[in-house]
């Protein structure tokens, strides 16, 4: 990355990826201190929460050490982080969302962990990694800036009675999805076709981006580079026009979609009130608690085959060690011992499908066999996923790029109506070309 990148950008977008350079150089390790500071932002739950907590307390009875753990709230991360750099602040070990490590080190801020990436090789761990672009995705400058602890899941659920009533089998590719979601809208009955979220927030991007990888479209080529717009253009276009085309087009959606965030789709769903919907894995969990009488007629979409691609998107998200932080040995240590096989298992059971493990050898654990949907999962979903940055390997950039929506605002202007795919495009890719001037 250009010294120009990192430090003479002066916007929104700078500061989330280098303005705060100077402040990082010249931070000194703090004075030794028995207390190790561990941030969490994928444990939003109280359930999750507490889990971890009992994790850490593991931990401090076997190490002899002390952690204050804290549970970071999705809503405040990319501020919370933001503020942590500025302060030259950021606690000593992190889960945080897919690209802070390489953003951050981009500022000077991180600890490489390629000794830990080495110790995996030589014990086996990294051939249990369900996909090896969990871990090289942290690969950087020559160096590797975090490993993967936790895989965070999207998928399509669909209800089967409604499929079966009408006659119709599980869908598999855009075709039959298509098909399928317009012949079961039923809005006499209060049933639409589909729920997805269409606001200008992180989750719109991560279903796009699914329909993206399914049409032969990225975001980076394998190099790195920025191809959104480009040689990439006409596939994401593709993408965005059979996504929102739902909406606009065919109408079998619910008229509040562009509003939608996470939580919207799925509580229509789980009311009952739409024949497929895009969630997340907490939906497993909403589900055993909401409306468990209706989980004999939920399924688990199989990632569809989309024009070039059968592919979808997630999250391999990250543990990273800060650079200055006065607890360094202790905080690699810990990050080792969590992502130990087992380790997780009680965060897996205590809200069901928000958390999956990046090893195969832990899927053979009780959760995932009994709990109802999660081999679904398994079968039709982790195997095809991948992250934002495919077919390259992450840059920092992806870091402004997933933080700043900048792939929401496409989804959210085509069902809006304020702009076609193919300007929400040319724009998205716009504001994307700034990060590398």
Known sequence: MSDKFVINRRDTLALMLGTMVA???TGKAMSADETMSFWAVHTGT???SAAMQQIVSDFEKEKGAKVAFQSVDGSLVYPKFLTAVQGNALP???DGYSYHPLQFAAMNQMQPTDDIINAWKADGTLADIVNEYAYKKFFWNGHYWGVPWNLDIRAIYYRKDLLEKAGLKPPTDWDSFKDAVIKLNDP???VYGVAFPAGNF????????AFMLQAGGSILDKDGNLVFGTTSKDANVQALTYLTDFATKYKVTPDGIASYNTDEPMTLFIQGRAAFGMGTGAMIARLLKEAPDMIPNVGVLETLQGPKAKLTAGFYNPLFVWKFSPNQKLATEFVQWLVKPGRLQPLYAAYPGNCWPILKSEFGADVFKKTPLMSDILEKVIPFTTDFAYPGTGVPQMGAIDGEKMFAEPVNDVVAGTKTPEQAVLDAHAKM???WS
Not at 202 to 209: E, G, L, R, V, W
Request: hydrophobic content about 45%.
């Open 23 to 25: 402040t990082a150089i």
């Open 46 to 48: 109280p359930e999750l």
């Open 92 to 94: 000593d070990v992190a």
């Open 188 to 190: 006499d009955n209060g």
């Open 202 to 209: 992180h989750i719109a991007q991560h279903y796009y981006m």
């Open 433 to 435: 070309a700034k990060l």
